[in-house]
């Protein structure tokens, strides 16, 4: 059994920057697709960023530029780089690895919070 431990949100002012890991108990390039979800109170999950095995990123409309994907292969974990955050952007986010997008393993979810 797989299993994602998802880390490092936490309150942020507006304009500010986070760095979540995923820290993942398999190898990560044996999946197709690594990636990050959030869900805001009230609203359904929505893919953020994925990064495919061969490197190819996926990111919404609502964080390009702002928000980057990464991964260390030898540590198997995948990153996400956050800055410029907004209000809009709180939600919890969780970590995926599968072999598509949204499917095979989730983490549990960690909780970021933009406000003043």
């Known amino acids: 059994q797989v299993q994602l431990v998802e880390s490092g949100g936490g309150l942020v002012q507006p304009g500010g920057s986070l760095r979540l890991s995923c820290a993942v108990s398999?190898?990560?390039?044996?999946?197709?697709?690594m990636g990050w979800y959030r869900q805001a109170p009230g609203k359904q999950r929505e893919l953020v960023v994925t990064?495919?095995?061969?490197?190819?990123?996926n990111a919404a409309d609502s964080v390009k530029g702002r928000f980057t994907i990464s991964r260390d292969n030898a540590k198997n974990t995948v990153y996400l780089e956050m800055n410029n955050l907004k209000p809009e952007d709180t939600a919890v986010y969780y970590c995926?690895?599968?072999?598509?997008?949204?499917?095979?393993?989730w983490g549990k979810g960690t909780l970021v919070t933009v406000s003043s």
């Open positions: 398999g190898s990560i390039f044996s999946f197709g697709v």
């Open positions: 995926n690895v599968g072999p598509t997008y949204g499917t095979g393993y």
């Open positions: 990064i495919t095995r061969g490197g190819s990123t």
